[in-house]
């Protein structure tokens, strides 16, 4: 059954919309998908609109190897296409463990964990680890697919995977949240399912660098004994048990970088009708934490004003605008926004409704579908969490001329940096020491050098010519600090990533539609790897 999109596209120097064509799935023919269904509808989509240029270059590589006609050669090549496509759909395995709990009170209970890997294109796979009361095979097989085009967006090195543990960790104790993550450390490990070279998680919802050092010293203790890397097979680790800086705040920091690179494009800016940049912005936060908080601090420090905050127990609002910095203040003391003396509690129905330029979900998956999705009045969605907005809701926005910055873009900056964290492991060296001092006595000698050329030329007369830095160089002057990297590393990276699916969008034609852009691209670059490689079908 076919359906139409309506989209916007450039045509010379204006926008006009255009209408294309896709075909309906079962997740999109209801409103509220199976996580799992939706994640693969978006892919299969990307496929489509692919697989003849994928055909024709295989069809070209493989009529320029030898004599074959062309017409079984292009078979051959759909074939291989199809063939290929089928490999990287579903998880490669899905691990589903149980264990006994001996609670502090004496009571004994069964709690359920699970770990999918997606694919092992690249090794190892990569995917947080999360801890929640819903979670569900579906859901962690989901994740692990976007965490499959999520790298390749990105260009991580890594397949994709996901783990969750089903409990609601507000109901244990420290001493029992640590027994949960030893020993689900210990089955996945067992199972070949942890391991610098295998599988690397991360932190997820509910879970920190609390839960990865008791993850690497369990790894580094038992299977892991002996293994000069043993600690790489996790990240997200505190600094002092090989963490690196930046970790903590990169998904934020990555998101503020994402909406960057478009918001300051003047097309994309003038086809929803706004104007570039963050300057007088204003913004609604969906979900307040390590990712949220993050995002509202660096698009506050950019000019960009946010009006109001939703979260799971209360939300609130100020058209004036709610400081970063007295919020984050009130949550550790209170550990919650509720009452907060910087802006009213909101009174309204459902505040991501509200009037405002950049609407940030970072809380959950679908949150914005076909129920809600025309009353959104962001001209901006960018989406913090994965998944928050449905297939059927897409479309509503597309045809509102919303710009929807996909989650498998904008979310990748914590996989960045934990590929940052994953090398420095591996090399056993923080980024910045072999250099920082040689740096730093280098740019003093170009300033002696400067001087003393000056002085050559124009002489000593009434002292020495005084050679003074400006305040950016005098910052930089001692070289870069392993912060400075990562930051510069991660604002690369998405910046680049941001250009790849521009040009995508632009050479297919998809206007506003950057979810479909990136996994265009995501989807060609995981085919290249399958391809090149020269893999054979048993």
């Not at 496509?85 to 490669?92: D, S, T």
């Not at 949960?180 to 399912?193: C, D, S, V, Y």
């Not at 002996?226 to 920091?253: E, F």
């Amino acid at each position: 059954m076919l359906r139409t999109l309506g989209t916007i596209a450039r045509r010379g120097s204006g926008v006009h919309v255009v209408r294309r064509s896709a075909y309906s799935t079962q997740a999109e023919e209801k409103d509220d998908p199976n996580f799992f269904d939706m994640v693969g509808d978006y892919f299969e989509h990307g496929a489509r609109l692919v697989e003849d240029k994928l055909v024709d270059n295989l069809y070209n590589q493989i009529d320029e190897k030898g004599p074959a006609s062309k017409g079984t050669s292009v078979d051959q090549s759909h074939r291989r296409v199809q063939g290929i496509f089928q490999m990287m759909r579903p998880c490669n395995h899905v691990l589903q463990v149980t264990f006994p709990l001996r609670k502090d009170n004496g009571e004994y209970e069964i709690i359920t964990g699970y770990r999918a890997q997606h694919s092992q294109h690249r090794v190892p796979t990569k995917g947080g680890m999360r801890y929640a009361p819903d979670v569900s095979e579906d859901e962690v097989k989901a994740l692990a697919s976007l965490m499959t085009w999520k790298c390749a967006v990105v260009d991580v090195p890594f397949g994709g995977a996901k783990a969750g543990v089903k409990i609601d960790p507000r109901k244990y104790t420290e001493r029992e949240l640590e027994k949960i993550t030893r020993r689900f450390t210990m089955e996945l490990a067992k199972k070949g399912f942890l391991g610098p070279g295998i599988d690397v998680p991360a932190p997820d919802m509910n879970t920190g660098p609390r839960e990865m050092s008791w993850m690497a010293d369990t790894y580094a203790m038992t299977h892991g004994y002996g293994d000069l890397n043993a600690h790489a097979c996790v990240t997200g680790k505190p600094i002092t048990q090989g963490g690196i800086h930046g970790r903590v705040s990169a998904t934020g920091r990555g998101l503020f970088h994402g909406i960057e690179n478009f918001i300051n494009e003047a097309t994309f800016m003038s086809a929803i009708g706004t104007t570039p940049g963050f300057q007088d912005k204003t913004f609604i936060l969906q979900g307040c934490g390590n990712v949220g908080l993050h995002s509202m601090r660096y698009l506050h420090r950019h000019g960009a004003r946010c009006i109001g905050i939703q979260e799971y127990d209360g939300s609130i609002y100020n058209e004036q605008g709610i400081d970063p910095r007295e919020l984050e203040e009130y949550k550790v003391q209170n550990g919650t926004i509720v009452g907060f003396p910087g802006a009213s509690p909101y009174e309204g129905g459902n505040l991501i409704e509200e009037e405002c330029d950049i609407l940030l979900p970072c809380a959950k998956e679908k949150v914005i579908t076909a129920n809600n999705a025309h009353n959104i009045k962001a001209r901006i969605i960018g989406e913090g969490a994965n998944g928050p907005v449905t297939p059927e809701a897409d479309k509503i926005l597309l045809k509102m001329n919303k710009l929807i910055v996909p989650d498998l873009y904008l979310n990748a900056g914590g996989v960045t940096v934990s590929y940052f964290e994953w090398l420095k492991n591996l090399n056993h060296v923080s980024y910045g020491r072999l250099s920082f001092k040689y740096e730093r006595d280098a740019n003093y000698d170009l300033l002696d050098s400067v001087q003393t050329s000056l002085e050559r030329k124009f002489g000593k007369y009434g002292g020495k010519i005084p050679i003074t830095p400006s305040e950016g160089f005098a910052k930089k002057i001692s070289g870069a600090s392993e912060k400075d990297i990562v930051h510069s590393g991660l604002q690369y990276t998405m910046e680049r990533s941001a250009r790849q699916i521009m040009t995508t969008a632009q050479r297919y034609d998809l206007g506003l539609d950057l979810r479909t852009a990136a996994y265009v691209n995501a989807i060609e670059k995981v085919f290249k790897v399958y391809s090149e490689a020269g893999l054979t079908f048993s």
